[in-house]
Structure formats: structure tokens, C-alpha cells
């Protein structure tokens, strides 16, 4: 009862429920908070520790940056927060002020971004993972994936091509999705020997793809770069057929903050309890970790394989 009755009084203000509806649209730092709500960083930290407490929202600390989310974990809490957010007027004209401030951050980073991948569009070393051992990940990402055949393959984020060059003698057809023209460029002129394959422009986070075509999906370097990560994870369900695998490679979780300032990285790798809890929320489960080290005071790359339960691929 005691923690009820903390929740309700802690969202019982007009600050923190502000706060609360922007978390449901992902993670945000505190000074995007301040930037959004136009408030004073120390009136945002202390509405951000009341919801800590409350045990409403969470921060995760990565180098020198802590993001806030809506906790996962206690149903009791999280059904309380859910019915809350669903009962929030969709017309408010506060809320509605809130958004558009909140898809102004998004459209600053993204168009930061956007220039920074057209720099290096020709150069990865500008990518800051020339220390990587490609070709023991990628030996690694066939290996894990078997033989195939695979009918779809789907890259999000496919960048210059990269993976379906990988899998290309593996694939009966594949198409790579992403934002950004430059890359794009080097892609089709990198694939253009390989009639089965084909990129294009898109939203990796909603792509012009049909639902259940895919029985190969692909996240390779990617997520890191994402104000959202779990809205990727969520369109490679949707992509995915019944039987089909997910595969994500990434960094793990580090606090080397270089790689925001140098290399427009969003996030500082990821660990598991992350990539599981995004694959819950999308209907899949972590069938398989892979770990390939990289070079001293240098992130290790995660190799994750997803899949859904075998309850649903039995039916189908």
C-alpha cells in the first residue's frame, strides 16, 4: 500500500506528469528534459528524483550523461503508470506544446547526425571502428546464422551495405533501409553487381515494407545511434515471419564518452538486461549472446540472436 500510495501522490503534479508523458516516447537526458519544458535543470532534477523514488522512473548512468526511462520490473507500479498515460488528454494544449518541443530535440540530433554520416560516408575510419575485428564478427554473425538459404533478408541502418554484401551468398533476396543519401550512394554502387539486392531511403523505425516478409533482419552498428532503440527492435518484429531471426550486433555497455563527442554515438553500448527487455516488449526472445573482444580500453561487440517463442512459430 505504501508504495501506492507514493505513486499516486508523486503523480499528482502537473511537472511530474509532464515529464512522465515525454518518457513514454523514450529515454531523454536531463538537459533535453530542461530543453523540452523550458523549466530550470534543478526543478527538472528534483521532479526526476521524486519519480526515481516512487519507483515510477528510472536513470541509467553512461559516462558523463544519465538518461531517465519509465521503469520496468513492478507490474503493480507499471499498470498504474499505463493507466495513467492513457487517461492524459490527447488535446491538452500543454502536453501538445510538449511534443512539438520534444520532436525539435529529435530533429536537431537527427540533422546532426544526417551531416556527420555524410562526412564519412567514404571514410568509416571516421566511424571510430577501424580497432574492430571485422572479419572475426562477421565470420561470427554466419556462423551463429547457419547456412540458410534465407528467403528476405532486411538490413535497418544498412549504411553503406555492409551486411548484405555479408550475406549475399546467402540470401534468395535483400534490402537495405536507410536515412541517409550519402551512404546510400556507396551502397548501390558497392551492390551493383548483385541483381538480388537493393537499398533504399527510409525510416529504419518505420520502413515501407510489408509486415511478416522477413526471415532474416539485421541491426549491425546501429542501434547505438538511436533516440529510441526499441522502436527498431519493434519494426524488426514486425518484419520478421513467425520462423524468422533477428540478429543485433553493438557494442556493450561502456563509458568511454569519446564516442558521443567524436563519433555522434546516442547510447554507450547496451547490456543484455536492455536488449531483453526491448525484445519483451517486441514478442521475441534472446536466443543467443556472443561476446567478441576487442582491444584493451577499447568496448568489447555483443552478438545478440532473437527469435520468437516457440509457441508462436509451432502455430506457424
Not at 508523458?21 to 521532479?47: C, D, F, K, N
Amino acid at each position: 500500500m505504501e508504495k501506492h500510495v507514493l505513486a499516486l501522490k508523486t503523480l499528482g503534479h502537473m511537472e511530474r506528469l509532464r515529464i512522465l508523458a515525454l518518457l513514454s516516447h523514450g529515454e531523454l537526458t536531463v538537459s533535453e528534459l530542461v530543453q523540452i519544458l523550458r523549466l530550470s535543470q534543478p526543478r527538472v532534477t528534483q521532479y526526476i528524483i521524486a519519480l526515481e523514488t516512487a519507483g515510477i522512473i528510472e536513470r541509467l548512468k553512461e559516462g558523463s550523461w544519465v538518461f531517465s526511462r519509465i521503469r520496468r520490473g513492478n507490474e503493480a507500479i507499471s499498470a498504474l503508470v499505463a493507466t495513467t498515460l492513457a487517461t492524459l488528454p490527447q488535446n491538452d494544449s500543454v502536453l501538445k506544446a510538449d511534443l512539438r518541443q520534444l520532436a525539435d530535440v529529435r530533429a536537431q540530433r537527427s540533422k546532426a547526425a544526417e551531416a556527420f554520416f555524410a562526412n564519412v560516408a567514404n571514410d568509416r575510419s571516421q566511424l571510430g571502428d577501424e580497432y574492430l575485428p571485422q572479419a572475426d564478427i562477421e565470420a561470427k554473425m554466419r556462423e551463429l546464422l547457419g547456412p540458410g538459404p534465407f528467403d528476405y533478408m532486411v538490413d535497418l541502418g544498412t549504411g553503406t551495405g555492409r551486411m548484405l554484401e555479408v550475406f549475399s551468398d546467402r540470401i534468395k533476396r535483400g534490402s537495405g533501409i536507410d536515412n541517409n543519401s550519402q551512404m546510400l550512394k556507396v551502397a548501390r554502387s558497392k551492390l551493383a553487381q548483385r541483381e538480388h539486392i537493393s537499398v533504399r531511403q527510409g525510416d529504419l523505425t518505420e520502413t515501407p515494407l510489408e509486415s511478416g516478409l522477413s526471415d532474416l533482419v539485421s541491426l549491425h552498428q546501429v542501434l547505438h545511434y538511436l533516440d529510441d532503440p526499441k522502436a527498431a527492435i519493434l519494426e524488426a518484429a514486425r518484419l520478421l515471419t513467425p520462423l524468422g531471426q533477428l540478429i543485433i550486433v553493438d557494442y556493450e555497455d561502456h563509458d568511454q564518452d569519446e564516442f558521443r563527442t567524436d563519433f555522434a554515438h546516442r547510447r554507450l553500448g547496451f547490456a543484455d538486461n536492455d536488449i531483453r527487455g526491448w525484445l519483451s516488449t517486441a514478442g521475441l526472445e534472446l536466443t543467443h549472446v556472443e561476446t567478441i573482444p576487442t582491444q584493451e580500453n577499447r568496448p568489447d561487440v555483443r552478438i545478440w540472436i532473437c527469435a520468437f517463442p516457440l509457441s508462436r512459430q509451432k502455430k506457424a
